[in-house]
């Protein structure tokens, strides 16, 4: 008798804890989607400044350099308020390697309409694929161990195309990176949603990473194009 006066407990304590969980996914969503907001306006308004400066572009080395610096410091403190400065500092260094490539977009003949066409294809791409993971709901969770062997495949396929200088070669990587990023979206919010990321700082910077990477490879394949 005591033990069919549980069952009804226990399916109760089933349903609050899983109401529970996805109350908080979706608080760590609308926070993730609220800083990547800000963070996306305070690296364009960094990138426009660049541009309007016609600041040069630090290298590869330097851009490395701070991007894993302030990267990891943004993972040592993700948990505490200073953690949104990291964010901001992270995000505005990107903004600003990406100045240069922009101003050089710019100048090239229908540079205007290049850079516009990646931004409107980068929103596109980038709000499709997140209301596809919202709303299905599906586990993209078995994308991750691809996601990762591509990404490592297509970042040693950079640095052989920094010395080689092969435009075949480096138009199949802007391809290839394009396709990676849109899977890393899809990961990345499903990761999210089921609870696989509980910290919306980093759940930020992931999909700000796959957002600028996303961006830059659709402006250069559309700036090869167009020079075709």
Do not use: C
């Not at 970042?155 to 990587?173: N, T, V």
């Not at 700000?208 to 700036?223: C, E, R």
């Amino acid at each position: 008798m005591s033990s069919l006066q549980n069952v009804p407990v226990t399916n109760d304590a089933a349903i609050d804890a899983g109401q529970s969980a996805a109350i908080s996914a979706n608080r760590v969503l609308r926070n993730t989607y609220m800083l990547l907001s800000m963070t996306l306006a305070f690296s364009a308004l960094v990138a426009g400044v660049s541009v309007a400066l016609k600041l040069p572009h630090p290298g590869i080395i330097i851009t490395l350099i701070g991007y894993f610096g302030l990267l990891f410091l943004t993972m040592k403190l993700r948990s505490s308020v200073w953690g949104l400065a990291s964010v901001f500092a992270l995000t505005g260094f990107m903004g600003y390697t990406l100045g240069p490539i922009i101003g050089h977009y710019l100048n090239m003949p229908n540079g205007t309409q290049t850079v516009m066409t990646a931004m409107g294809g980068t929103a596109v791409i980038f709000l499709g694929l997140s209301m596809y993971a919202i709303t299905t709901r599906k586990d993209f969770s078995f994308m991750g161990g691809f996601l990762m062997v591509g990404m490592l495949v297509a970042f040693a396929a950079s640095l052989a195309g920094i010395f080689l200088q092969i435009p075949a070669l480096s138009l199949a990587i802007s391809a290839a990176m394009v396709l990676l990023m849109s899977g890393f979206i899809l990961f990345e919010t499903s990761n999210i949603i089921h609870g696989g990321e509980t910290n919306y700082v980093m759940a930020t910077v992931s999909l700000f990473v796959s957002i600028f990477n996303l961006f830059t490879s659709l402006l250069h394949l559309l700036g090869i194009t167009s020079n075709d």
